[in-house]
């Protein structure tokens, strides 16, 4: 089936709709189509008689041509004359994807066209007609806009000039790897694409082209130079920054700024801190500027073949450009794309920093899972990995999961690799925001909390040994049986729903204290495919959250039952760590949670009696009602 482009020229009537789409049709050797002459005879007589037309007698008349052009579009292609004044018309006309059709409006204004049909022998248009069409035209965004006041030469020259100009689709700004993935995607996916890369001498030299060189495609240009970069863009314009987190972030977009016009759409691909993004939305609104701050998950691959995305920030940007960002998504078990349009202000890096933060805590529970089976067990990696495999193939299926059996089992001459790996994690800081986000709203957010810890700690290589060889505490080893590896299994499962429990209710509150109203299902759904931390527990999640979105995920009835019946073993495993002399944070940091939580009487009154006592900071009391506070003279 072949593809091809329809032309759809429109304006008010008068504006010479027929006489260019004519000449465009001939130059182009494909049909030609004037809308005119399908209206149906109702309209005709309608107009005839100088009475305008409403969106009813219009409905019938834009599907009729909405389904020519559907047809035209797998055959030879069509120039398509048709007065289209409303955007909801337009719409209507779209039949097909819209990077097969090129929209070109005829502008001019009444008192020209007035005149022009006012010369017309036998012209059925009367003028009142003309003035209503005026008072019914919403001007495009894009596409290609032209004025009418030149010779028909002119204007189809000056058509002929931009259409072969093939302005891209989009521009991405910032070809590291995962600019470049993303990039690749695009095109594959048949966008045509305008990419920059700056040039620093002996540092970045010729990234831009010498990626364009690489590309399989025809539809990719490639700049050093920021204005050409962007005057090769489409209008309204859609440029992806993948550049550094923080203040490269703001170079770029200053250095944008006078070049773009309003309504033109920045989205910052990056791992920003959503606070920044709060401000740049604010910033660039009142500039006329769409701004969307997008979270990326799923690495170089993801963003290569379909990563989960988080866009936030403005609705109109994103009903807009989020058609982009959709394309290349990831899809989920019912195909649709792992991309959906989270909220407003920097609420997109915020579900972004939530997902890390849960990863950090996903990454430790099977850190400290491995340590325990390879020390305490005395477990080789391959042995260790043949165990997850079991894990995975009971449900407990995850990315995360499938990454590290592949790393337990990768060799380097005859050895295992990860024995060979210094035990020195670094980080990125998202866990940390994490972290920091929960304070500031006063939620608890212990295993990730810990699992940043457990990698600060992990940094202190040099103290560390020092503290060994000072302390030489003994460690135990034992044999490891099949019924501890099924305690440790079911251990892990409920230490990761804690973990997952915990993210949730982050952004739950998050989005209420920020009103974002935040919708929990399809945050989880976006996770279940393209991104770090997608697992079948995710798509659970998704499924729980669907029907009650203000629930919390430890009080699904779906989730207590496992959890009751595992609890125990989660708090044995923690006790026979500790006792062995192994360090397991984040299992502990969940068993934690998990009885402070279902503690219907916790240790609070007494921090509240101190508190008096030494800040005379107050306290409530259970046998008065609660709106009513109390102090205590303690000394007396």
């Not at 939580?597 to 800040?615: C, E, H, K, P, V």
Request: proline fraction near 3%; hydrophobic fraction near 40%.
């Amino acid at each position: 089936m072949k593809n091809r482009i329809i032309y759809i020229i429109f304006g008010v009537s008068g504006s010479g709709k027929t006489t260019i789409g004519k000449v465009l049709a001939k130059n182009f050797n494909i049909p030609f189509y004037d809308a005119d002459d399908f209206h149906p005879e109702a309209n005709l007589i309608k107009m005839s008689a100088g009475i305008p037309l409403d969106d009813d007698d219009r409905t019938p008349w834009l599907q009729e041509l909405s389904i020519l052009i559907k047809d035209a579009h797998t055959k030879n292609g069509a120039v398509v004359a048709c007065s289209a004044l409303k955007k909801k018309y337009r719409k209507t006309l779209q039949s097909i994807d819209s990077k097969y059709i090129r929209w070109i409006f005829l502008e001019g204004s009444f008192d020209l066209i007035a005149d022009r049909i006012a010369r017309r022998e036998h012209h059925f248009f009367k003028k009142e007609m003309l003035l209503s069409q005026f008072e019914t035209l919403e001007r495009p965004k894009n596409g290609i806009i032209v004025a009418i006041d030149k010779s028909s030469t002119e204007i189809i020259n000056e058509i002929t000039s931009m259409l072969n100009s093939k302005k891209s689709q989009l521009g991405v700004i910032g070809l590291g790897v995962m600019g470049k993935s993303l990039a690749k995607n695009f095109l594959s996916k048949g966008y045509s694409l305008s990419v920059y890369n700056r040039q620093l001498i002996d540092v970045e030299e010729d990234i831009a082209k010498n990626f364009v060189a690489k590309q399989p495609y025809k539809e990719v240009k490639g700049f050093d130079d920021l204005y050409s970069f962007v005057k090769s863009l489409e209008q309204p314009r859609t440029i992806m920054l993948m550049v550094n987190a923080g203040k490269p972030v703001d170079i770029v977009i200053d250095s944008l700024l006078p070049l773009l016009a309003k309504g033109d759409c920045i989205i910052d691909g990056g791992n920003s801190h959503y606070k920044l993004t709060l401000e740049r939305c604010k910033r660039l609104d009142a500039k006329g500027i769409h701004f969307l701050g997008t979270g990326i998950s799923g690495g170089e691959e993801g963003a290569l073949k379909g990563p989960s995305i988080m866009p936030g920030g403005s609705k109109n940007a994103y009903d807009r450009s989020g058609k982009f960002l959709e394309t290349i998504a990831a899809r989920d078990t019912q195909n649709n794309p792992c991309c959906t349009y989270i909220g407003p202000d920097g609420s997109g890096h915020y579900i972004k920093m939530v997902h890390n933060g849960i990863e950090y805590g996903e990454m430790q529970l099977l850190a400290e899972t491995y340590h325990l089976l390879r020390f305490y067990g005395k477990k080789t990696p391959d042995q260790i990995a043949a165990i997850f495999d079991i894990w995975r193939n009971n449900g407990l299926q995850s990315y995360l999961l499938e990454i590290t059996i592949a790393i337990l089992r990768k060799k380097e001459g005859g050895d295992f690799l990860i024995d060979k790996i210094l035990d020195q994690a670094s980080q990125k800081g998202t866990g940390g925001w994490s972290t920091n986000a929960a304070l500031d709203i006063g939620m608890p957010l212990s295993t990730i909390a810990e699992s940043v810890m457990a990698r600060n700690i992990s940094s202190m290589k040099s103290q560390r040994v020092t503290a060994s060889e000072t302390y030489q505490l003994e460690t135990s080893n034992i044999a490891i049986d099949d019924v501890f590896i099924k305690k440790l299994e079911k251990a892990f499962q409920t230490a990761s729903i804690i973990n997952h429990h915990m993210g949730f209710e982050l952004i739950k509150e998050a989005s209420k204290t920020y009103k974002w109203n935040l919708n929990l299902s399809e945050i989880a759904r976006i996770w279940t495919n393209g991104c770090i931390i997608r697992s079948s527990l995710m798509e659970q999640i998704a499924e729980l959250f669907l029907d009650h979105n203000h629930s919390s995920l430890l009080l699904f009835p779906e989730i207590v039952t496992p959890v009751r019946l595992n609890i125990g073993f989660l708090s044995e495993i923690v006790s026979i760590g500790l006792k062995s002399g192994y360090s397991l944070a984040v299992f502990s940091a969940a068993a934690n949670y998990f009885l402070a939580y279902t503690s219907a009487q916790s240790s609070a009154n007494m921090i509240q009696a101190q508190r008096d006592y030494f800040g005379a900071h107050t306290y409530q009391r259970i046998d008065q009602p609660m709106h009513k506070y109390f102090h205590t003279n303690w000394k007396n």
